[in-house]
């Protein structure tokens, strides 16, 4: 997607070494640690219907405000002559001339907002793995982004 090429890994590491070994040897292992528990769990153990639909709400609320505010800042970015996004929603604040700042919407809320969904997020994936197991194994995927 075009929004990914305005992302911080982008424009501070460049297309390098560590990005291209995370994407293809890190992410897919790390990732998936927190179902490592649910694939290989005891026989009569799962996670109740509830439980299931209270993940799946974590989830999409985290991917929500992830994809929220990565949008917002990609329209931001690609459109430096407005003074508004999302139909007027957000306003953009000028600091001085050539520099803005956006100080509602997402980025209102929080400086990086993107960054509690991708939490939010891993927290969802990690339940469902501690509820069947009990081990705290799958919460290492959201402590990577914590720590």
């Known amino acids: ?7 911080y890994d982008l424009f501070a590491e460049k297309l390098g070494f560590k990005l291209i070994w995370g994407c293809f040897c890190f992410y897919p292992f790390f990732y ?10 005891k ?3 799962d996670v109740s219907p509830l439980q299931a639909v209270g993940v ?8 929500a405000l992830s994809r929220g505010a990565n949008m917002q800042k990609y329209w931001f970015k690609r459109n ?3 003074g508004t996004c999302f139909g007027g929603l957000v306003k953009q604040t000028p600091l001085k001339p050539g520099m803005r700042i956006l100080c509602s919407g997402f980025w209102g809320l929080s400086r990086h907002i993107n960054y509690l969904g991708e939490i939010v997020q ?4 990690a ?3 501690f509820l069947v197991s009990g081990s705290l194994m ?10």
Not at 1 to 7: A, G, N, Q, R, W
Not at 34 to 40: E, K, Q, T
Not at 122 to 125: E, G, P, R, T
């Open 138 to 147: 799958p919460f290492l995927y959201p402590a990577y982004y914590v720590a």
């Open 80 to 82: 430096p002559e407005a």
């Open 43 to 45: 026989p009569g153990v």
């Open 127 to 129: 339940i469902p793995g």
């Open 56 to 63: 799946l709400l974590l989830f999409y609320t985290g991917w």
């Open 1 to 7: 997607e075009e929004v990914h090429l305005f992302t």
């Open 122 to 125: 891993a927290l969802a994936i």
């Open 32 to 41: 998936s640690i927190g179902i490592w528990s649910v694939v290989d769990h």
